[in-house]
C-alpha cells in the first residue's frame, strides 16, 4: 500500500520566494495535518483539515502561510514569502475519521525546506 | 488540558541494554495512546499502540502498557540494538472532540552504541 506520499523531498530557495509543499494522503483517509519539525521548537501542528474542509488553522504562524485541500488526495502547504526562520522540516500525515477510536496517523517522509 | 511529558533526552545505551523511556499523560476519558519513532531523516513511524486500561501494546521487541492508575504508558525494550537509535514520541488524541488530533511528548532521543 502507498503511503502518504510529499513532495518535493528538498527544497532550497531564496528568501523572499513562494514555496508550494504537495501532499497525497492514504486513499481512505479523510483526516489530513500539516507540521513543522526543528530542533528549537520540536514538532508543531500547522492545521489540519477533516473531509478536506480546514478545521484549526491555529497553528499556522503567520499570513504567509496557507494551505488547501481540493480533494481528497491532494493538499498544498503554500509559503509566500519565503524567509530564513521558515527552513524546517515539513510533514503531512493522514489518519481515518471515524466514530470508534481516533485512528493513528500515518506520516510522510516529510520535505526538508532551507530558504537561504 | 491534555498533555504528554517524556522524559528528558538523549538517552544513550550500549547495545543488549535494557531500554525505557517514560512517558505520563493528562487527558479525559481513557484515549488510546500510542508510540511513534522517527529514525533519521524520515517521518514519525506508528511503533506501537494500546486502547484500554492495562492492554500491552508491543512491536519488534518494544512494550508498553496502559496504566489508567499511574497515567503512564512507558516503552520499553529488554535488549537494545544499534538500528533502534532513534527519536520515540509518545502521543494520545486530543478529548476536545473526535477531531483526530494528536498531542505529542517533544520526543526523546535514543542513542544505542556498539
Known amino acids: 500500500d502507498a503511503g502518504v506520499i510529499q513532495s518535493p523531498r528538498h527544497e532550497v530557495t531564496e528568501m523572499g520566494q513562494e514555496v508550494t509543499l504537495r501532499c497525497k494522503p492514504i486513499s481512505g483517509h479523510n483526516s489530513l495535518f500539516w507540521y513543522r519539525q526543528t530542533m528549537m521548537r520540536g514538532l508543531e501542528l500547522l492545521i489540519y483539515?477533516?473531509?478536506?474542509?480546514?478545521?484549526?488553522d491555529s497553528g499556522m504562524p503567520e499570513d504567509r502561510f496557507s494551505a488547501k485541500m481540493p480533494n481528497a488526495s491532494f493538499s498544498t502547504l503554500k509559503i509566500q514569502p519565503s524567509e530564513p526562520r521558515d527552513s524546517a522540516v515539513y510533514f503531512c500525515a493522514s489518519s481515518f475519521r471515524g466514530q470508534g477510536r481516533v485512528q493513528p496517523q500515518h506520516f510522510g517522509d516529510g520535505t526538508r525546506l532551507s530558504i537561504l | 488540558g491534555d498533555s504528554v511529558t517524556q522524559m528528558e533526552g538523549p538517552v544513550t545505551l550500549s547495545e543488549e541494554a535494557f531500554l525505557t523511556i517514560n512517558c505520563t499523560y493528562t487527558?479525559?476519558?481513557?484515549?488510546?495512546l500510542f508510540w511513534y519513532v522517527q529514525y533519521p531523516g524520515e517521518g514519525l513511524q506508528l511503533l506501537l499502540k494500546a486502547t484500554k486500561a492495562d492492554d500491552k501494546g508491543s512491536n519488534k521487541g518494544f512494550e508498553a502498557t496502559y496504566r489508567k492508575e499511574t497515567t503512564s504508558f512507558h516503552l520499553e525494550k529488554g535488549s537494545v540494538q544499534v538500528s533502534d537509535s532513534a527519536v520515540y514520541f509518545c502521543?494520545?488524541?486530543?478529548?476536545?472532540?473526535?477531531?483526530?488530533?494528536?498531542?505529542f511528548g517533544q520526543g526523546t532521543t535514543l542513542q544505542v552504541k556498539p
Open positions: 487527558a479525559t476519558g481513557y484515549p488510546s
Open positions: 502521543a494520545l488524541p486530543t478529548s476536545s472532540g473526535n477531531t483526530g488530533k494528536l498531542i
Open positions: 483539515f477533516n473531509n478536506n474542509v480546514p478545521i484549526d
